[in-house]
């Protein structure tokens, strides 16, 4: 019995330290020390033992019992720390690599442009008035002095959703819809941003939607001066306190008298050049003082109340300004364009 032991013992000690992973050695044992282990099968036979043998046989089995359980709790640390030690190497980052640049999104050009009009704005005590993008004939045309059939509406042809509902085609509408909320009771002092729809073809010039901002001033005493003032500040504002402006006479159903507004071209001083096509002036917006019928049929008195207005397309303010050359860029949603513009 004592050389089954010991063979027992040489041969698990041997096993256990050619083990390569933790599952074999659980397995070890449990071939060795388990319940059916092989000590456990030997110690069955110790009731054929003499009384002298017995306590040396049984102190033997322990003696072997010991040192396996030591051997296969060595060797399960070993494994252990091996198996840390390849984890840590596998994981390892490596901190000289260059990170992934994360994406920083900024707001669109023509975004840049309505805000910054806006602040010069609200900082001359406007405020910015929104309406909605569908509008009914009465507001987008008779309330500005369009009656239906004036002849002025081809100028505007727009998407109908009904005979009198339609995507609207100038942000003027606001303006109508500004002063019939103050009943008649001056001043009203809006500036309107916002998307507006032409059935116009796309080329580079044109757009079936664009954006306007609209202005409007409302109170005693409004005259051309105040326009003017006004839109100089606008154009200083815009493109430089070198820049002067010009009004020329023009039309517009909801303005009496109606003008045009140029600035003096930035490439050539006013001398001429390709870009202002040799007349020293660049086209701008359009303006005027409020025509009495719009400040009647939107409830108020003319005689006693005047004021002006003017309407500008942040994409020809952003053209202009940044030398872009066609108005689908702000669409096409290009960020290799976009991004250019982000710190603007
Ligand atoms: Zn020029």
């Known amino acids: 019995m004592k050389e089954r032991l010991q063979s027992i013992k040489e041969e698990a000690l041997q096993q256990i330290e050619d083990v390569k992973d933790s599952k074999t050695l659980q397995d070890l044992r449990v071939k060795y020390l388990g319940k059916k282990g092989q000590i456990t099968e030997v110690l069955k036979g110790m009731g054929n033992l003499s009384k002298e043998e017995r306590p040396v046989i049984g102190q033997l089995a322990n003696e072997i019992r010991d040192a396996i359980t030591e051997a296969l709790d060595t060797k399960q640390e070993t494994l252990e720390q091996a198996a840390l030690q390849?984890?840590?190497?596998?994981?390892?980052?490596?901190?000289?690599?260059?990170?992934?640049?994360?994406?920083?999104?900024?707001?669109?050009?023509?975004?840049?442009?309505?805000?910054?009009?806006?602040?010069?704005?609200?900082?001359?005590?406007?405020?910015?008035?929104?309406?909605?993008?569908?509008?009914?004939?009465?507001?987008?045309?008779?309330?500005?002095?369009?009656?239906?059939?004036?002849?002025?509406?081809?100028?505007?042809?727009?998407?109908?959703?009904?005979?009198?509902?339609?995507?609207?085609?100038?942000?003027?509408?606001?303006?109508?819809?500004?002063?019939?909320?103050?009943?008649?009771?001056?001043?009203?002092?809006?500036?309107?941003?916002?998307?507006?729809?032409?059935?116009?073809?796309?080329?580079?010039?044109?757009?079936?939607?664009?954006?306007?901002?609209?202005?409007?001033?409302?109170?005693?005493?409004?005259?051309?001066s105040d326009l003017k003032g006004t839109l100089n500040t606008l154009a200083?504002?815009?493109?430089?306190?070198?820049?002067?402006?010009?009004?020329?006479?023009?039309?517009?159903?909801?303005?009496?008298?109606?003008?045009?507004?140029?600035?003096?071209?930035?490439?050539?001083?006013?001398?001429?050049?390709?870009?202002?096509?040799?007349?020293?002036w660049i086209e701008m917006l359009g303006a005027g003082l409020v025509h009495p019928n719009v400040l009647e049929m939107a409830g108020f008195d003319s005689e006693k109340y005047s004021g002006f207005a003017f309407g500008m397309g942040p994409e020809r303010i952003a053209m202009l300004k940044h030398g872009i050359e066609d108005i689908r860029h702000f669409y096409t949603n290009d960020v290799r364009f976009l991004k250019q513009f982000h710190q603007v």
Not at 252 to 264: A, G, L, N
């Open 86 to 224: 390849q984890q840590l190497k596998e994981e390892t980052v490596d901190v000289t690599l260059p990170g992934k640049p994360s994406q920083v999104g900024g707001s669109h050009l023509l975004m840049n442009v309505i805000r910054d009009i806006e602040d010069l704005f609200t900082g001359m005590g406007y405020e910015i008035a929104e309406g909605p993008e569908v509008e009914t004939d009465y507001y987008n045309f008779e309330a500005l002095n369009l009656p239906k059939g004036h002849p002025a509406r081809d100028m505007q042809d727009s998407f109908y959703i009904t005979e009198e509902l339609l995507m609207r085609t100038h942000t003027s509408p606001v303006q109508a819809r500004t002063m019939n909320k103050h009943e008649g009771r001056g001043p009203v002092k809006i500036i309107c941003p916002g998307k507006v729809y032409r059935r116009d073809t796309d080329d580079a010039t044109h757009s079936h939607q664009f954006t306007q901002i609209e202005g409007l001033y409302v109170d005693e005493n409004i005259r051309m």
């Open 236 to 280: 200083k504002h815009l493109f430089g306190e070198d820049r002067h402006i010009r009004l020329r006479p023009s039309y517009f159903p909801f303005t009496e008298p109606s003008v045009e507004m140029d600035i003096s071209c930035k490439v050539c001083n006013g001398h001429g050049c390709s870009v202002c096509k040799h007349t020293g």
